[in-house]
Structure formats: C-alpha cells, structure tokens
C-alpha cells in the first residue's frame, strides 16, 4: 500500500467553515461582538461553503469550480468517503446553519455573540464530517462535536433559567444515548473486527451481536433524529432553547441524525438482507410510522406555537426515514427531497416564532389571531411554510412527500401500507395546521369556517379595493419589528418552498441520481 | 440558421412579468398602472408579430419538449413544451394585436374605475394564459392555461363585484365553461390513454424531420399518426385522410365519443348551443373585457382547440358532421336572438356566438374533407379585428351617454363620426359585405361546408341554416347601427352630451378599421398564407377545398348568393331601423309570440334553472346527507379519539430528565428485544422474507 501525499482540496467547504470559526474567535478577543459583523462574516463564511459543496456536485453554472480531485467519489479513504449523496446532504446541513446564521444577525447585541456562532459554525462543521463518513467511529464522533456545540448553544443565553435547564436535559440525555450507541460500536467491531461502514455491508450476518449493535447504534442516532421512543428530550429542548437554536437544532441537526441513520441501515440492511433483511425493514418501517403517528398526536393539544412546531418535528422525522425503510433510489430521493424541505420549512418556523416577539406576538397558539392580515408579509410566508409542512400541493413540502409515498407504493406489498400510514398521517396533521391558518386569516369574530364577504372579493387578488389588500405601511412595520435580515430570511424560505415546489425538476433530478448511486455503489 | 423559436416563451413572459408586477405593487402606480400593463403587452405584441413573421416564413413546425416540469419515479415526466405552429402563430398575431388595442383603450375607459391595478393584473393574466395556450404542445399543459383563461374570465366578468348582476354573470360563465371543461378532460383522458398510453413502435420519431418525440407525456406532434407535414410549395397543408384513417383504426367509436368530448369542452369555451348561456350574460363585465373575450381570448380558445384537435388528431366522420352540425346550428340560432336584444352589447354578444357558429362549422368541413383547418381559422382572425372594433366602439358610445339601451340612442353619428364610421366599417365587415374582410373569410369556410355537403348530404341542412345566418347577421348588426346612429337626435336623453373620445381610445378604433379593411387582402401575401392550412387562393375569395380545386363556378355562385342575401338584410334593416325609424312589432302581431320566446332566449335559463333545481339539488341533497352523517360522523369520531389520546399523552411528558431517561433506556430494550428475539422468529415464519 502506498503513501501518497494526500489532497486536501476536496475539504474545501470544510476548511471554509473553519477559518470561519478562527475569524469569529479573533474577533471576539479584539473586542466586536456586533451581531451585524459577526454574523455577516459567519453568513458568507457558510454562504461560500456552501457555494462550494454545490460546486462539487456539478450544479449549474458553478460546475467549473469544483475542488473535487477526479476519481475521488466514491472510493473509500480512509475514515471518509465521498459521494453525491454526501454532498447533497453537505449542501443541506450548511443551508440550514446558513439560514439560522443569517436569521440571527436580527437578534439583540451581547457579549454571547461570538460564542453563538462560533458554535454553530464548529457545529455545521462536525455535520459536514459526519456527511462524509465511511466509519461507524468516525461518525459518531462527528455526531460528537456537533452534539456538544449544540448542547451549549441551547443555554448560550446563561441569563433565561429554562433555556439552561433545557440545556441540562438535552446534555443528560445526550450523554446516555451517545454513550449507548458508542457500546454498540463496540459491540460491532467484536462482531466483525472492523468500523467500517462499507466493509459492513460485504460481510455475512453470523451474529447476533451485531443485531445488539446495530440496535444500540441506532438509539444513538435516533435521539439526534428525534425517533419515538427517544424523542422526549425534543420538546422541551425546541421549547426552552432560543428561538433560533431550535431552528437550527430542528433543521439541521436532526437531519445528521437522520443522514447517520442512512448510512448506518444501508450497510445493516445489506448485512442482513440474504437472511433478516424483510423484519429489519418491518422495524424501521414500525419505528417510522410510530414517530409520525405519535408526533402528529401529541402536536393536536398543544398551545403553544413552540411545542407544537416540536411534535410536528418529530412526526416529519418519521416520514423521512420511510427513505431508509423502503430502501430504493426513489424513496431515498424522496427523504432526500422531504429532508430538504423541511430544513426551509422548520428553520423558516422556528425563525418565524422567535421573530414574533418582535411583533408583539404571544407564545400560544392563539395569539396568532389575525396576524394574517396586520404582519401580512410575515403571516403569508408562515402560512406557506405551514402549508408546506401539511404536504399542499405546489410546495416542496408536497413534492417530497409525494415522492416518499410514490416511491413506497411503487416498492408494492407490505411498503403500500407505509404509504398508506403516511397519507392518513398526513391528513391528521392537516388538523393542527390548518387550525393556525384559520386563526391567522379568519375574521376574529366567527372564528369559524365561514367567510362573511363576498366570494368575489377573497377571489380577488388581493390588490386594489380587496378586502383583504395588504396595506404597505404595516409591512414597513413588520420589518421593523422583525429586523431586516430575519424578515428577508423568512419570505426569501417561504419563495423558496414555492418556488421548487413549482419547478422542483433540478432537484429531484440530482437527488433522484444520488440515491441511485449512494445504494448501488459502497455508501 | 439560428433557432429564434427557442425564445418562443418571451410572448407569454412579458405579460407575466407585467401581471407580478401590477398584482403586487399596482397601487404604487398613478392610474393602477395602466402604462405598466401597456408596456408589458407591447412587448408581447412585438414578440409575437416577431414569431409569427418567422414562422410564416419558415411554416413549420418547432417542436421543443426540453423543459420537464415534473418527473415522476417511475420515469413519467410531464413537459412544458412549446410548439410554434401556423395555427399558434396566427393565434399570437391576434392574442397580441387584439390584446394592445385593448389594454391601450382601457386606459381612458376604465380611467374612473375602482380597483384598477386588480383590472390589469387580471388582464396581464388573461393574455399570459391564452399566449401560453397557443404555444402549448401537449394536452396537459393546453388544459393547464385553459383553466387559466377560464379563472381569468371568471374575474374579469365579475370585475364590478359589488354589482349582483355582474358577481352572477361571472358565475355563470364560470360553472357553464365548467360542464365543457369536464367534458374536456374526459376527451382527453380517453385520448391519453388510447393514443398517448400505446407506444407505437414503428413511430418513435416525430414527423417533422430533427425532431425527437418523448416517450412520454401527450405530445400532439408525436401522438402517434401520420399526417403529411406542410407543403411549403403548394401553400397548403393536406392533412391526408391518413391522421382520420389512423385514429377511427383504433376503436373508431371511442375515438367519436372523444371527438365529442373535446367538442364538448369547445362549446362551451365558445359558447355554442347548448353551452351558449353564459355568453350574453357575460356583458355585465366591462366592454374592454367583453372585446377581448370575444375577439381573441376566451372564445377564441375553443375554436383553437377544435382546430389543433382536428390538425393533430383529427375527428372522425361522425364526430366531424357533429361539429358541423353543431356550429351551422348555432349560426342561425344566435342570430334569431341578436334580433330582439335592446342591449347594445348584448346584440353584438349574439354576433359573436353566430360567427363562432361560422368557425365551429368550418373545422367540421375541414375534417369531413380531410384538409387543414385554415378557413376557421382564418375568419377568426378577420372576426378578432371587427369584433373588436365593434365592442370598443360600442364602449365609446357607452362611455359617452352612459347607457347600453339602443332604443335610447340615435342620431349619434354626427356627434360622434369617427366611432360611427369605423362601427360601420365593422358592420360592413361582419355582414359579409367586400372588399371587407368579413367577406372573404366567410366566403371561403361557406363554399368549403358546400364541399363538404356534396359528400355528406346531412351537412346541407346546415349549410342551409348557415347561409339564412348571413341574412340574419346583416339584419341585426345594421339594426343596431342604424338604431344608434341614424337620425338626428337621441330618442332619450342622456345625462351627458355624446362625445367622441380621446385618441388613447380612438386609435384603437381606427387602427382596427385599418385592420378591418386589409385583413381580407393578407392571404395574397405567400407568407401569410402559410399560416393558413388548407386554404387557397380562388380568383374570387378563398376558396376553401380539397386538393385539386381551384376556381369553378360553384364558388363564384357562392360568393354572389351570400353577398345578396347580406345585401337583402341590410336593406331591410333600413328599411325597418333607418334614417331614426324605429320599427317595433304591434301586440296583436301574430309575431309578437315568436318574439317573446326570442328575448327570453327560448327559456334556456329556465330550462337549466328547472334542471338544477328538480335534478342536481336532489342528488346534492342526498350527498349532503351522506356527507354530513356518514363522512362528518366517521371524521368526529376519529377527531376526538386523537384528542382524548393527545391529552392522555401529554402526562407521558413530564419534563422529568429521569423519566426521558427510562424512557430511552425502555426504547432500547424493545430494540434489542425485537433484534435478538423477534427478528430470528419473524425471519423463520416467513422464509427469509
């Protein structure tokens, strides 16, 4: 075996993120802590990586620049492989920390400044590793250092008692899980004398040790990813943590839960197909349809707007890993495409909520009575963002779900009944969303399905002597009150979802490619 | 050669960008933004002569499905594509054409109107939809905008909503379009699986050379037939009996039934019998809107769809002499009502639906004879100019005085010459009379239903019926001149002194008499008769036939007999309405009878009415009682049980570390319980799955 001097161009996005983290550190010890420099810098630092991964990936007109050394994807070096599939998620990890960045430079100054985002960006850059890996040990400490940056970012405030407590909880349980899925690991390596992920799936199921492995692994990454039984910790964590760290946790972090549970089960499932592969498929398939379905029950009681977007977390958690319990190219390419959306769609809430306060606008449900018509810039974008997390046609959140489901019922036999859980789940939560617009937009005195005006004049386009005819000085207002990043953030998230839920062909193509290639080829 | 039909999609995103642009900031701009809207269709007007004139030079087909818009898992893609056709192109020239005069005259006419940058949004709108519509290549996408340009009618119809009339007008308009919709995409589900289900595979290419077809999606030129591509040299396409011959092969009755369906969903857009009831009504909508729905939009739009139908697919016999039947039928059936309407408007409603008869019955003829569409086609466009020039000087005349009633008016042309002239110049044109262009285009689709008759003699007695429409039409156009014009003074007056307009409102009117008077001549040009298929130049109008035809002396008869019976009708109209006569029918007139079931327009409303309530409401209240016991009952029952196990599971969620703790470490021992224990039994019931 040779030694070659190995390139480092292709950790490009990598070593972006991380001269991101030593600016933000220099700039700490000269004193800045203004949120509009500090953030700004982060943004474009993650903004270029994130150029960057697209760049790697081919994607139109950036395609030139990639840092890519040729015959590099998809052969295995060491702890790290590349793939598009790699890449693709890359891209989706630093969207959503570069969303929550450019969001936050909205907030209040404070000498936490530098800490937030520091923090975030070390975070964003364990993620990019754990996107990346081909090693069980690997991946579990990339999940690692994202995990302890995001313990600390939830009581970064040090001054609000629950915000601290939450950080208590997430860190305790964090701890066990992390400490479970690393004896798994353990476990494995006794089984098989190897952590390598892409030797797994060449090898032959000879032990049960392995199931136990593999199992513990699972609750590991299951907590990050928000799966019912390990789920608990999340609502009082996206309830109690800032506003925008809720995003980021619900956006990104959950999705690296997500990507190691991917690329953990494709190598289990391929160990285990000959003999056990159908009743591993049942189990992930019953852990799916038990999130959703628990996710989506717990959110119909819920108050306040906070723990509500928690549960809806979790419940969309369970759609996406119908990718990984169907297991072919084109439910993967749907969980790819739901996972994105819901990056816009869950960072966009959460962002939404914490705006809020700027607005005047309560925590509970409730208190969004009419915000559909006073914040009418804000209150447009968070019902489309709502309806998007519903599944409503000409949104991403439609296109990925229609994929997932597609792509079960094309798998046929016991795979139709996920398809078939996943619709009248999706129908169930309909209910609590719906329940938000119709606060939002119906007229507060019936409170009730029914339009007092004409039909004529909601079918209007809401301009002119429209009834409901966005009054220009109030988005003024709502800028103000929001700030100006965060309200640019929030309608550029919103335009997103419709916009690829619309024309959602570029993505699907390239997600549809990676799937197939992440399946066939090692990981 | 550089391809420029590539940049074919700029026609319908200039209006595009003119309807973002209004619909979200229209109220930042003095006069709701009406030079915005001006700009917007000016560059689609200039694009779209820019298109048509290339592709009348080239003539054929460019054919570009290269932007998928949706692909399915399985591989099924659905494409936008844009297919620049003559058809299309002739249709881009009077979208766009009609469309500028229009927005244009709108700028003073609805100057004083409430809600004006709803009024262009919605206009930039109707013309993205029906610009999309002409260059759309596949079924999917055609209905896509034409849903669009039904939505569009529906507010533009109901523009003044606080008016009832007008808020019930546009929902008629919209449910009525709505039973041909329906009946549309049936038709064309039956053509999709029949036709664009079945790969054919001896035709993997298209029939145009350098063209690839998709596997998948419905793509007209690639449906699977084969038909002669346009024959640049002889300025005629034949669509060889090959495409009829092809699709009545398949199950010729399924493909009759759909060949109804799309006529079905035709009538409807174009308001013919029995679909028509929507389109008088319509009026209630500003007149600007009714010019360019019945010049170049909506109704337009039917008789488009009949015409690529017939092109691409092509009806069968039967299906064909249906829709012969139909149009000559509602040829004279409109015209019989465009009699005794007083409404200004209305009368001019009534013209439309009966020259939409003219164009229906000429796609029918075609079809029967195995040639291209073109004579419909082309009397579209000559019909765009006039009717538009008739509703835009029907608004001048109702901006000026302020009401519809033509027994209120008279004596108008003095105070109003150049509206009263180039009303007459569409008058003249509309009647059939040379060397306007309502002549010509009528002439040629009138000798080719008598070509088509000499081989199906049912077609006679529509032909029949079709040539007693052309007296009706110059009775009841001139009775509406005459009554508005002639005399010397109004029979009411009027709160305001009659008043020509300003130019922003003239020129469109002279514009379109000009327009009026050469469109007749535009097939002597080569290029412009490439636009045309199917139509030939005769050495006296256009003669509208078959291959091998040229001048004889059937079509110089033709032309002489619909000349004098427009003739006859004019005269009578003066006779009866000239000079401020005003001719009404005594009570006791044996006629008076005739004369009621004509204003109730033979009690059609009634007739629906009668349907709605005895039949509909029936069935609507049977499903409301499934609906609200059943349906409702069974949601309640699922919605309270998820509420009480939403509020039971909340006492799960202490907010105890130690109990999220137990609960990690329970989820852990199901895991591995269902991983050592569960799995291996599972595995060994089912054999290794």
Not at chain 2, 169 to 182: P, S
Not at chain 2, 659 to 673: A, P, Q, T
Request: contains cysteine.
């Amino acid at each position: 075996m040779s030694f070659d001097i190995p390139s480092i161009a292709q950790y490009t996005p990598e070593a972006t993120v991380f001269i991101g983290v030593i600016l933000v550190f220099m700039l700490d010890v000269a004193g800045i802590r203004s949120r509009a420099i500090i953030g700004g810098a982060t943004s474009i630092f993650l903004l270029l990586a994130f150029l960057q991964v697209l760049a790697d990936l081919g994607s139109w007109p950036l395609q030139g620049l990639s840092t890519l050394p040729a015959g590099l994807l998809g052969t295995q070096n060491g702890p790290v492989i590349f793939t598009n599939f790699g890449l693709i998620f890359q891209g989706i990890f630093l969207l959503s920390a570069l969303l929550v960045a450019l969001a936050s430079v909205s907030e209040a100054d404070g000498e936490e400044v530098p800490t937030f985002y520091a923090l975030l960006s070390l975070a964003a850059l364990g993620m990019l590793f754990v996107a990346i890996s081909a090693d069980l040990i690997f991946l579990l400490l990339s999940v690692e250092i994202t995990g302890i940056a995001t313990y600390v970012m939830v009581g970064y405030t040090r001054k609000d008692r629950r915000a601290v407590e939450a950080a208590m909880k997430f860190y305790i349980i964090g701890a066990l899980s992390t400490a479970i899925s690393f004896f798994g690991a353990s476990l494995l390596y006794g089984a098989y004398g190897t952590t390598s992920l892409t030797a797994f799936r060449a090898l032959p199921a000879n032990s049960s040790l392995a199931l136990v492995g593999f199992g513990m692994v699972a609750v590991g990454l299951g907590f990050k990813a928000t799966l019912v039984p390990f789920h608990m910790w999340a609502v009082d964590v996206y309830d109690g943590a800032p506003a925008s760290v809720s995003a980021f946790l619900a956006a990104g972090s959950k999705k690296m839960g997500l990507f190691g549970i991917f690329i953990v089960f494709v190598a289990a499932v391929r160990i285990f197909a000959s003999a056990q592969g159908f009743a591993l498929y049942l189990a992930l398939g019953a852990l799916a349809v038990i999130t959703m379905t628990v996710g989506n029950v717990m959110a119909l009681e819920q108050t306040t707007m906070k723990r509500m977007l928690a549960y809806s977390s979790i419940a969309q958690a369970g759609y996406m890993l119908l990718g990984i319990a169907i297991d072919t190219p084109a439910a993967l390419a749907g969980a790819t495409l739901q996972i994105t959306a819901d990056v816009l769609m869950k960072a966009g809430a959460f962002i939404v909520v914490g705006a809020a306060v700027g607005l005047g606008v309560g925590p509970l449900i409730t208190d969004w009575r009419g915000v559909g018509h006073s914040r009418p810039g804000i209150g447009a974008s968070f019902a489309i963002m709502l309806l998007s997390l519903a599944g409503m046609p000409l949104t991403l959140g439609f296109v990925g779900k229609f994929y997932l489901f597609f792509a079960a019922v094309e798998a046929g036999g016991y795979f139709t009944l996920l398809a078939i859980a996943g619709l009248l789940n999706s129908a169930l939560s309909v209910f609590y969303y719906a329940r938000i617009l119709r606060y939002m937009y119906m007229p507060e005195s019936t409170g009730s399905a029914t339009v007092g005006a004409h039909p004529l004049s909601h079918s209007s386009l809401g301009v002119g002597n429209a009834p409901a005819a966005p009054a220009w000085g109030s988005v003024r207002d709502e800028i103000r009150g929001t700030g100006s990043a965060r309200w640019a953030t929030v309608v550029g998230i919103a335009l997103l979802l419709l916009v690829l839920g619309i024309y959602p062909t570029p993505i699907i193509g390239a997600m549809n490619s990676a799937a197939q290639q992440f399946l066939t080829l090692g990981l | 050669m550089i391809d420029y039909f590539w940049y074919a999609f700029l026609v319908p995103l200039s209006t595009a960008i003119g309807f973002v642009v209004l619909g979200l900031g229209g109220t930042f701009f003095k006069k709701g933004g009406g030079f915005i809207a001006v700009i917007a269709e000016g560059a689609a007007l200039v694009f779209g002569v820019f298109f048509a004139y290339q592709e009348s030079l080239s003539s054929t087909l460019y054919h570009d499905t290269s932007f998928v818009w949706f692909a399915l898992p399985d591989g099924t893609s659905f494409v936008m594509g844009t297919l620049v056709s003559p058809l299309g192109a002739l249709m881009l020239l009077v979208v766009n054409i009609v469309g500028f005069l229009v927005v244009l005259y709108s700028m003073e006419y609805m100057a004083h109107e409430e809600g004006l940058p709803r009024y262009y949004a919605e206009m930039m709108l109707f013309l993205t939809a029906m610009n999309g519509l002409v260059l759309a290549d596949n079924y999917l996408e055609f209905i896509l905008m034409w849903e669009l340009v039904g939505l569009c009618s529906y507010l533009l119809i109901g523009f003044f909503w606080k008016k009832p009339e007008a808020a019930s007008a546009a929902k008629k308009a919209f449910l009525v379009t709505r039973v041909g919709d329906v009946l549309l995409f049936v038709g064309v589900f039956i053509f999709f699986t029949s036709l664009g289900g079945i790969v054919d595979p001896s035709i993997t290419t298209s029939p145009y050379p350098g063209q690839v077809c998709s596997s998948a999606g419905i793509n007209w030129a690639c449906a699977g037939f084969t038909f002669a591509p346009p024959n640049a040299d002889s300025n005629v396409v034949f669509l060889s009996a090959n495409s009829v011959a092809s699709v009545t092969a398949r199950d010729p009755n399924l493909m009759t039934l759909a060949g109804l369906l799309i006529l079905g969903g035709a009538a409807g857009k174009s308001a013919q019998f029995p679909l028509h009831t929507w389109l008088p009504d319509a009026m209630e909508g500003p007149t600007t809107v009714s010019a360019l729905i019945h010049a170049a939009t909506m109704v337009a739009a039917g008789v488009f769809l009949l015409a690529i139908t017939s092109i691409y697919i092509g009806f069968t016999p039967t299906a064909a002499l249906v829709v012969l039947a139909i149009g000559g039928f509602t040829s004279l059936f409109a015209g019989t009502m465009g009699l005794v309407a007083r409404d200004i408007k209305r009368v001019i409603a009534y013209s439309t639906m009966s020259q939409l008869g003219y164009m229906v019955m000429a796609v029918g003829a075609a079809s029967l004879v195995a040639i291209g569409p073109g004579a419909a086609m082309f009397h579209l466009f000559t019909h765009a100019f006039f009717k538009a020039l008739l509703f835009l000087s029907a608004g001048s005349i109702i901006h000026a005085l302020g009401t519809q009633d033509l027994f209120a008016m008279g004596g108008l042309l003095r105070k109003m010459p150049v509206t009263g002239y180039t009303m007459l110049i569409g008058a003249l044109a509309l009647s059939g009379i040379p060397p306007f262009s309502g002549f010509f285009s009528k002439d040629g689709l009138l000798s080719l239903t008598w070509t088509a008759a000499q081989h199906y003699p049912g077609a006679l007695v529509f032909f029949l019926m079709a040539l007693v429409g052309v007296l009706l039409t110059a009775l009841y156009i001139f009775r509406l001149w005459f009554l508005a014009f002639s005399g010397t003074e109004a029979r009411e007056s009027s709160a305001h002194p009659a008043h020509e307009p300003s130019w922003v409102m003239r020129a469109p009117l002279v514009t379109l008499a000009g327009l009026t008077l050469v469109a007749g001549f535009l097939p002597l040009l080569s290029g412009f008769s490439h636009l045309l298929p199917g139509v030939q130049w005769g050495a006296f109008g256009y003669a509208s036939s078959g291959s091998g035809f040229s001048f004889s002396q059937t079509d110089l008869f033709l032309g002489l007999v619909s000349l004098g019976l427009a003739l006859t009708g004019l005269l009578t109209a003066y006779a009866l309405w000239g000079n401020g006569r005003v001719f009404r029918l005594a009570d006791e007139s044996p006629l008076k009878g005739l004369h009621t079931v004509l204003v109730r327009k033979y009690y059609f409303d009634e007739a629906y009415d009668g349907l709605a309530h005895g039949g509909v409401l029936g069935i609507a209240r049977a499903f409301d009682w499934f609906d609200r016991y059943v349906i409702d009952g069974t949601v309640h029952a699922f919605e309270d049980l998820f509420r009480i196990a939403s509020e039971r599971g909340r006492r799960i969620q202490t907010g105890l570390v130690s109990s999220y703790v137990s609960w990690v470490v329970f989820g852990l021992i199901v895991l591995v319980f269902f991983f050592l224990y569960a799995l291996p039994y599972l595995t060994s019931a089912w054999g290794g799955g």
